[in-house]
């Protein structure tokens, strides 16, 4: 009795200091939506409990910062989730905080605003040159943040922000992100759906330790920039069960730009993506740079299926970007309609305040082998730098197989050096067979986030 009395003491104390209604998770909240999470949540709120309005119409910005301020001091009692219930919820930016959960319900949309007020300036990335916009949801300096659903929907409203971008808007100023989470470890984004982005989906930069799961974005694909997933300057980071349709590159993997990212210098590392299915006509699956300033290494990349996408993999960079791109391993890819297969870009122009001649980039040990395409343009085109050769590409166990209007040379390769085996067509000169034997390498061991075992939650 008396520790039944403590407990109900302590209940309204919390309900005194939050000053909202709040359910402590006990046995009735098990009665919710399961779904795995690194982590469960003592304290549940519900959007509503802070004046939301799910019309599609009524501007709930102020009710989730409000959420978000007053939950916040619940992070050092064990953590909150935040449901996000069925409804069209518009909202401009919002900010998340740790040891947090934001839950989007099935028949949940979140809907951004198209009004740029709703979206503040914030300082640029110290890796990039823009000025930009908040992302719609965004986090910095963060831990143990999850944002999830059973299947809920995040809805960017990127059409307007299309328009006046290709009406010449939005030159030299970043448009909003879907989510940005920087400077944070701990994190997971699984099991939503996110639609129409005004740029690039989502964006973990500088983190450590971070889950992509179970996503599904789509936007036109002829949406300008509209990348699906770009880990940026992340160590030990998963993306796996992940499908993609847009007018960019459905993955695109970064590490900051020229003398920006060269003075950063955090690179990208330890990045796992596997089971991928990815539309994207004009774009890359996997993009690798353009910026890669602060490196990129150990990337491990398998199963996954293409369909009529521009390339495979494209490593990008240029003369003054510096940093390199080594270690680089790619397996059992399916790929249907493709205008190249593989490609490679020494050349890529985007300089946002001239560069220096003498950065070059190192690129270095890329291993691509088990996989077949069909309804092929262009198997390769491999243009590395002259007096900066990107080395070390092996090819092996490739079968490619050839559009009716395919181009005649299959293989057009400057300024790489390599080997190949078992590979159809018949590869260039630089990249000379080594017979039947050989197979590139793939590693064996895990990076550290695979061992990571998830919980059961209750939403
Ligand atoms: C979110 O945080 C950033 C800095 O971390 C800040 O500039 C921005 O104003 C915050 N947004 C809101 C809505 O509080
Ligand atoms: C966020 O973390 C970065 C890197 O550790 C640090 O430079 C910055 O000052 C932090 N910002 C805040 C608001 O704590
Ligand atoms: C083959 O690729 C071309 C584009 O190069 C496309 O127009 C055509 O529909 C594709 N054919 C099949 C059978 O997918
Ligand atoms: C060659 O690659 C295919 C997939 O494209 C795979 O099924 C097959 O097992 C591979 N062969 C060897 C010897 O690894
Ligand atoms: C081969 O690539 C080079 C440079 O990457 C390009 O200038 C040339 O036009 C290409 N050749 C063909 C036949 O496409």
């Not at 759906?193 to 996503?215: A, E, F, Q």
């Not at 970007?321 to 205008?339: E, N, Q």
Request: net charge neutral; hydrophobic share 35%; proline share 5%.
């Amino acid at each position: 009795m008396k520790m039944i009395q403590t407990s109900l003491c302590i209940l309204v104390v919390l309900l005194t200091v939050s000053g909202f209604p709040m359910m402590e998770s006990g046995v009735e909240s098990k009665k919710g939506i399961d779904y795995l999470a690194i982590n469960c949540r003592k304290h549940n709120a519900v959007l509503t409990d802070f004046g939301a309005i799910g019309d599609g119409k009524t501007s709930n910005t102020k009710a989730f910062r409000e959420a978000i301020t007053k939950l916040t001091p619940l992070a050092a009692d064990g953590g909150v989730q935040l449901i996000v219930p069925p409804g069209n919820w518009l909202t401009g930016s919002f900010n998340l905080t740790s040891h947090f959960t934001l839950f989007i319900q099935q028949g949940a949309t979140i809907l951004a605003s198209q009004d740029e007020s709703e979206y503040p300036m914030i300082p640029r990335l110290p890796s990039y040159g823009d000025a930009r916009f908040a992302s719609l949801i965004y986090g910095s300096n963060l831990t143990d943040v999850v944002i999830t659903g059973n299947k809920g929907t995040i809805n960017g409203q990127g059409k307007t922000w299309w328009v006046k971008y290709r009406s010449g808007g939005f030159k030299t100023i970043s448009r909003p992100l879907l989510i940005e989470i920087i400077f944070s470890e701990n994190i997971q984004i699984s099991d939503i759906n996110l639609i129409d982005s005004p740029m690039w989906n989502i964006h973990p930069v500088y983190c450590k330790n971070v889950i992509i799961r179970n996503i599904k974005i789509d936007a036109p694909i002829d949406s300008p920039n509209t990348d699906g997933i770009n880990p940026d300057s992340c160590t030990n980071t998963i993306i796996e069960d992940c499908s993609v349709t847009s007018g960019d590159d459905c993955i695109a993997v970064k590490s900051g730009i020229d003398q920006f990212g060269i003075a950063t210098a955090i690179p990208t590392q330890q990045l796992s993506i596997r089971r991928l299915t990815c539309v994207s006509p004009d774009s890359a699956g996997i993009a690798i740079g353009s910026e890669m300033s602060g490196g990129i290494k150990d990337v491990r990349i398998e199963d996954v299926t293409l369909i009529n996408t521009q390339s495979a993999i494209r490593i990008k960079t240029a003369i003054g970007r510096g940093g390199y791109v080594k270690d680089i391993f790619a397996r059992r890819f399916t790929m249907k309609t493709m205008k190249y297969v593989f490609w490679m870009t020494g050349s890529y122009k985007l300089h946002p305040i001239g560069f220096d001649p003498k950065a070059l980039p190192e690129i270095s040990n890329i291993n691509y082998r088990d996989m077949t395409a069909e309804n092929v343009t262009i198997s390769a085109k491999l243009e590395g730098i002259k007096n900066d050769p990107f080395k070390g590409i092996c090819l092996s166990n490739v079968t490619i197989a050839l559009s009716p209007t395919t181009k005649k040379l299959q293989w057009n390769c400057t300024d790489v050096a390599g080997v190949t085996s078992r590979v159809k067509p018949e590869p260039c000169g630089l990249l000379p067979d080594k017979g039947t034997t050989m197979d590139c390498d793939f590693p064996t061991d895990k990076i550290p986030i695979e061992s990571v075992v998830l919980n059961k939650c209750f939403a």
